[in-house]
């Protein structure tokens, strides 16, 4: 059985920028891989460009090979090498995207409702306003926001950074897609929301059979929903395994150095902590992003 997405020696460069260097990944059905590396590893880089988001100022080369759940395109297909059009419904419909910030990634002068149904008409045209709504409000509910259906004509401001994420996640998983890509989708929020928001994913991941991509710069939150963790450095991949032995026993000093930067209860309050070390200078981490 090949995977289900294929990713093969993948380049993202920006100018001068290496920002992608060779990575390598694959991802079976239903499996959760985590990408972990520090902020300006090449993450973001790395998830639009299998969606095919980055802008024409991006170079990019290698080959992401995605099994296409099109009956009639039995074979592998190269999201690099795909028309627009083609690309358009995969996008959406068979891989989903959630992103870091919930509010930039809502329009704010459209109801969340609307919006629902909006993602779900995009890929099923002949749906009735009727049908489109009621299977938005259902989506909304399936992602546990309260009083859903009453709610529904509410605009984002009127939410909270918690319930827009689970609005971004419901906009995600609307048309049943084989493989969610979550770029950071816990970062902007406070820890007990992330908590509930890494459960919700998890839970929609195991009801839905749903591969995931899940991108963080923190391997304890990678950990706790991915099975296997891919570690990135400066735009390269220096270690994979299962999240279990990376948490416990990783190998290579950069993914022990991610580990030590992260605090538990036992890291003393008064200790610094400590600095992931880098290949790169601090002057090109230091460059201007957009993820
Ligand atoms: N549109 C762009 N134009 C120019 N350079 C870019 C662009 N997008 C990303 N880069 C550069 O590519 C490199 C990788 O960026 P990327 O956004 O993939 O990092 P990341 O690992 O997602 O970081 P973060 O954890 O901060 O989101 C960085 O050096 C960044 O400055
Ligand atoms: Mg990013």
């Known amino acids: 059985m090949p995977p289900l997405l294929d990713i093969r020696e993948l380049r993202v460069r920006f100018g001068a920028t290496e920002a992608v260097r060779g990575v390598s990944l694959q991802l079976d059905e239903g499996e959760v891989l985590g990408l972990v590396g520090e902020s300006g ?6 998830a639009l460009a299998i969606l095919g988001l980055l802008g024409p100022s991006a170079l990019v080369s290698g080959r992401i090979l995605w099994q296409d759940s099109d009956p009639g395109n039995q074979a592998m297909i190269d999201l690099l090498r795909q028309p627009p059009n083609a690309l358009r419904q995969v996008r959406g419909r068979q891989i989903a995207m959630i992103f870091q910030e919930p509010m930039t990634a809502l329009n704010p002068v459209m109801s969340i409702g609307r919006q629902v149904a909006e993602c779900a008409t995009a890929h099923a045209p002949s749906w009735t306003g009727r049908e489109a709504k009621r299977k938005a409000i259902a989506a909304l509910e399936a992602v546990a926001i309260p009083e859903a259906a009453s709610r529904y004509g509410d605009y984002p401001h009127q939410f909270s950074g918690g319930q827009r994420q689970r609005i971004l996640i419901a906009m995600a998983l609307i048309n049943r897609p084989r493989l969610l890509i979550a770029d950071e989708p816990t970062t902007a ?5 992330q908590a509930q928001i890494l459960d919700l994913l998890a839970q929609l991941q195991r009801e839905h059979g749903l591969a995931m991509l899940f991108i963080s710069h923190d391997l304890a939150v990678v950990g706790q929903v991915a ?3 891919a570690v990135l450095r400066s735009g390269e991949v220096v270690e994979t395994g299962p999240s279990a032995r990376l948490l416990t026993a990783p190998v290579h000093p950069y993914t022990r150095s991610l580990l030590a930067a992260v605090p538990t209860l036992r890291t003393p309050r008064d200790q610094p902590l400590a600095v992931v070390r880098s290949k790169q200078p601090v002057s090109t981490l230091d460059t201007p992003r957009t993820g």
């Open 227 to 229: 099975s296997r963790v």
């Open 189 to 193: 929020l406070d820890v007990t929301v």
């Open 41 to 46: 590893s090449g993450k973001s880089a790395s």
